[in-house]
């Protein structure tokens, strides 16, 4: 894991705002039944393929590569349906990416919230404990990993830490966010043909 001396939700919040200008002018072209090019007319800076199939969904190009096992999918048509909902819930989309760990980081940010947090919320039942914890991380700088927290968790029996401060990383967000203009851009596309109907080539 990397250390991030962001937090997630300014990482998310970044990425959202920067993918507002980067795909505003994406068009979708069918390039074959289940495979999309996402793009902007004559250039490729963001563009991106969207290939869906039974049980699986491919995003790769100009954007990071995200494979996702979308079960129980029997068509590309359901994957696409699927993507719609998944989409809204970035948290659940993520939970189908393959290699799941590669995703993620440790954002330095949030184990100092959340030590700043325990020191005020435990004050009186852990004197210092907390104090001491807080003090470690801002110490460690850029230096502290998920590894040296958890550490410091263990030797002041701090329970529940291994979770605290892993996020998912600014690609995990970008594929998010290119899985949504995807979705916007598919959704316009039935709604201008004739009664909704699937776009075939």
């Not at 048509?77 to 993620?104: C, I, M, N």
């Not at 892993?166 to 594929?175: C, P």
């Amino acid at each position: 894991m990397r250390v991030d001396p962001e937090t997630e939700a300014r990482c998310r919040a970044t990425v959202a705002s920067l993918a507002v200008d980067a795909f505003k002018d994406h068009q979708l072209t069918l390039v074959r039944e289940g495979l999309w090019k996402c793009a902007r007319p004559e250039r490729w800076t963001y563009g991106f393929f969207v290939a869906a199939m039974p049980g699986a969904i491919v995003c790769y190009g100009d954007t990071p590569d995200a494979l996702l096992r979308v079960y129980p999918c029997a068509s590309a048509d359901d994957a696409v349906a699927w993507l719609r909902g998944a989409t809204r819930s970035p948290e659940y989309l993520f939970e189908k990416l393959t290699s799941k760990d590669a995703w993620q980081v440790f954002y330095r940010g949030d184990a100092l919230r959340t030590a700043q947090e325990w020191r005020r919320e435990y004050a009186d039942e852990a004197p210092g404990k907390y104090d001491r914890l807080v003090a470690e991380v801002v110490e460690a700088g850029d230096e502290l990993t998920h590894e040296k927290w958890c550490e410091l968790c263990q030797e002041l029996a701090v329970d529940d830490a291994y979770s605290v401060g892993v996020g998912w990383d600014g690609s995990a967000w970008w594929v998010v966010e290119a899985l949504r203009a995807f979705v916007r851009l598919r959704d316009a596309e039935l709604a201008a043909s004739p009664m909704g109907t699937e776009v075939t080539a």
